[in-house]
Structure formats: structure tokens, C-alpha cells
């Protein structure tokens, strides 16, 4: 009995060290993240919500529209402690009901795209009304709610600049599946990234970043890409008359997105307007993720020659109501495209590419030129060039580039992706 009670007692001893091994090969979060904030009255169906800061001393506050069109609202601005233009080093961490309880052992991130959020882009695609969902009908729930309610564990970044750095956010990409490695005690991460969140997962994982940023983790398993621009986009210089009328406020536009054009003619009157420029003009840099996300597609597609100004729109020049600087000048200082095709995701990452193939986005001018979602190639959103593993491809031809987040048959493609 004594070698029997002795025997139990060393498999106990044995197996209480192999669980604390275990957990101890999971890094607590990193030094520098600091949670400032946890909310738990979320709206949209989400569990809980936590304010992060990442006191690493590369990020930095990034300059804001002056009229106030890139400004955090609705319940984000709360939770960013009622500052409607947050620091860049801050971010939230959405949870979703279920992150703690779910069946399936490896936890989803979900990244937003320009002018988005964590609930319109995946909890509530009618928010903001027809315009920000793609069409004139908007359901109220999206894709976070479809994987929890299958068993996901759902997590979504918010970043604090709708239109910011992609290599900052890239490294706020890293945090957020640091703190959910954490908090789950798992070594790997599912990515999922629409429109330009494709671009701060991609760096993550392809090591692109400043020369103060962190490499890589090796802590995803999967990446899925929704409406992506691997291959860049050109559409605001090649249709850039029709683009600008959303955006110039003398023309009546408000859209928080960068226009080709530093001068334009409304109603008569000739104005500029660097702050709208992709490209750093006379002090204001307020758009780096966009111009991050240039390349050139004049080459396979032309240019819209119906747009007033087309030439000196797309190559730079005065026209006749516009002058820009043309769309070779923006790349130049600064376009994502090339480094992180030479990058190259490592074949570790099992990467997908959802592409939308309907030019339906309500209240925009669609991309025309070739096969596209309303705004991206179907071309460049499955654009392999520098993924070692291209493990799925899919195209949704009913869905455009808005309701590639919560369009049933692309919700159904990325659940049988993540598996």
C-alpha cells in the first residue's frame, strides 16, 4: 500500500510539473502594454472591451482631418476615454461572447479596414446606414456573431487612427494576439483582415516593420485576407473626379478618405486642400495608410478616360479643374506593396484570399476598369506574389467590397477556412 501510495503520489508530483510547464510556455504580455481600462456595458453584442497602450517609444500621435471627419465616435470614443482623436499607441480589444468558452481551441482576431471600426466592420454592419455596409439593406449582426455563435473564440482590434500607419498597426496586431495568448494560455492565433486590415496583419506576419518594431512571433497558424489589396490598389487616381466629390468639402464632401488632388474647382471656386494629399504635403501627412496600399494597375486596366482630368489626375499635372501630383509621386513615398511582396509571408502561415466580384458598393463610383469588388481587383485581392502558402482562394461573385464582412457566403468560406 506504502508503494502504491508513494507511486500515485510521484505520477501526481509528475503531473502537476508537466502542467506547469505547460503554462509557463505561454509569456505573460509583454512589459510594454499597459491596460488602462476595461469595459463591460459593451453595445453589439460584445462580452467586454479593454484599452491598451503600447509604451514602446516608436508610436507616435498622427495628425487628424482639422473638420473633424477622422475622429473616434459613438461608443469607441468611450472607450478610448472620451478622446475623440486617440494616441496612435493605443488600441481596444474587443472580446466577443464566448472567448472564454468556445469550442475551438484556436482563437480568432479580427482586423477592420480604413474609416472602420470593431462594430461596424464585424457586429453590426448597419451602423452607419447603407453607405457603410455597401448596400440600401443592413443586417445588424456580422461576422463576429456568426463564428461565436459556432463555437469561435472572437476576438477584433479597434485601432485609434481609422486611416493610420500600417506598420504601427501592424505591431498593435502582435499586442493583441500577445494579451489573447495570454488571457488563453494557446501558442497560435487565426487572422482574419479585411480591405486595408489586410495590410497590418500582413506586415505582422511578414516581420515588415519599423526599424523600432518587433519582429514576427511565429504565432499564427492562419491568415485570411477579405477584399485585400495584396496587389495594391489605384482606384482614387483613376477615377479621381468622381472620388473627390465625396470628399472636397466645397463640393459637399465629407468622406474621412485622401483625395489625388491638391487643388480642385467647386462651384466655381478654386481651392486646395493638402491635408486631403496621400502623400506628406506642406506639413500634413494624414492619410499614410492609404498611401501605404498604392500601385499602379494602368498597365493591365488603363485609366477612366470618361473622368475629367484623367491624365494629369493619374500622371500628375494641372488640368483643367484639378492639379495633383500624381499617383508615381504617392508610391514613392511610401507604398507597402513591394516591400511586403519582397517580405514574403513565411510558409509556416496558412494563407486564404476572399475576393468580392460585384461593383455594387452603394453611393460610390465602382471600379469598372476589370473584374473588381466596387473597389479593389478581383486580381489584387488574390494576388499571391510573395505568400509561400497559398492554402485557398475563393471568389463571392455577389459580394462587394463592403459586405465581404458579413455576406453569408463569405462568412461560410471563412469558417470552413478556419476549420
Not at 89 to 107: D, K
Not at 251 to 264: E, Q
Not at 302 to 325: A, K, L, N, V
Amino acid at each position: 500500500m506504502r508503494r502504491a501510495t508513494s507511486t500515485l503520489l510521484g505520477l501526481l508530483l509528475t503531473l502537476l510539473s508537466l502542467g506547469a510547464a505547460t503554462t509557463s510556455a505561454h509569456a505573460a504580455p509583454p512589459g510594454y502594454l499597459t491596460l488602462e481600462a476595461t469595459y463591460t456595458t459593451v453595445a453589439n453584442g460584445w462580452d467586454r472591451v479593454d484599452r491598451y497602450l503600447d509604451t514602446t517609444s516608436g508610436f507616435h500621435a498622427e495628425q487628424y482631418p482639422q473638420d473633424g471627419r477622422g475622429d473616434q465616435d459613438g461608443q469607441r470614443r468611450t472607450f478610448f476615454g472620451g478622446v475623440k482623436q486617440p494616441y496612435s499607441g493605443r488600441f481596444l480589444l474587443y472580446s466577443a461572447p464566448g472567448w472564454n468558452s468556445g469550442s475551438h481551441q484556436t482563437p480568432v482576431l479580427l482586423v477592420h479596414g480604413a474609416n472602420d471600426n470593431a462594430d461596424r466592420a464585424w457586429a453590426n454592419p448597419g451602423e452607419a446606414g447603407g453607405y457603410g455596409c455597401g448596400t440600401a439593406s443592413c443586417p445588424s449582426t456580422g461576422l463576429m456573431q456568426y463564428l461565436a455563435a459556432r463555437g469561435y473564440r472572437v476576438f477584433a482590434v479597434n485601432f485609434a487612427h481609422k486611416q493610420g500607419d500600417n506598420l504601427m498597426q501592424a505591431q498593435q496586431v502582435g499586442d493583441a494576439i500577445a494579451v489573447i495568448k495570454d488571457r488563453l494560455g494557446v501558442s497560435q492565433v487565426d487572422l482574419v483582415g479585411w480591405s486595408k486590415g489586410e495590410m497590418s496583419t500582413r506586415a505582422y506576419v511578414s516581420s515588415l516593420r519599423p526599424t523600432w518594431g518587433r519582429p514576427y512571433a511565429g504565432d499564427v497558424r492562419r491568415l485570411i485576407t477579405l477584399g485585400g489589396p495584396n496587389g495594391g490598389y489605384d482606384y482614387p487616381y483613376a477615377h479621381g473626379w468622381a472620388h473627390d466629390f465625396s470628399i472636397w468639402p466645397q463640393c459637399g464632401g465629407s468622406v474621412n478618405a485622401p483625395s489625388p488632388h491638391l487643388y480642385m474647382t467647386c462651384y466655381g471656386t478654386y481651392t486646395a486642400h493638402p491635408e486631403f494629399a496621400f502623400a506628406p504635403t506642406d506639413g500634413y501627412d494624414v492619410y499614410p495608410g492609404q498611401r501605404q496600399m498604392l500601385a499602379r494597375w494602368d498597365a493591365t486596366y488603363g485609366i477612366d478616360m470618361t473622368q475629367q482630368d484623367w491624365y494629369t489626375t493619374y500622371h500628375g499635372g494641372q488640368g483643367f479643374y484639378t492639379s495633383g501630383s500624381g499617383i508615381q509621386t504617392a508610391i514613392d513615398a511610401g507604398s507597402l506593396i513591394a516591400p511586403l511582396h519582397k517580405a514574403g509571408i513565411p510558409g509556416t502561415v496558412a494563407t486564404y484570399l476572399l475576393a468580392g466580384g460585384s461593383p455594387s458598393v452603394l453611393g460610390i463610383y465602382n471600379e469598372n476598369r476589370g473584374p473588381s469588388d466596387g473597389v479593389v481587383f478581383v486580381n489584387s485581392a488574390l494576388d499571391r506574389t510573395g505568400i509561400a502558402n497559398v492554402a485557398g482562394t475563393a471568389l463571392i461573385s455577389t459580394a462587394n467590397h463592403l459586405q465581404l464582412g458579413w455576406h453569408s457566403s463569405a462568412s461560410a468560406q471563412i469558417a470552413a477556412w478556419l476549420g
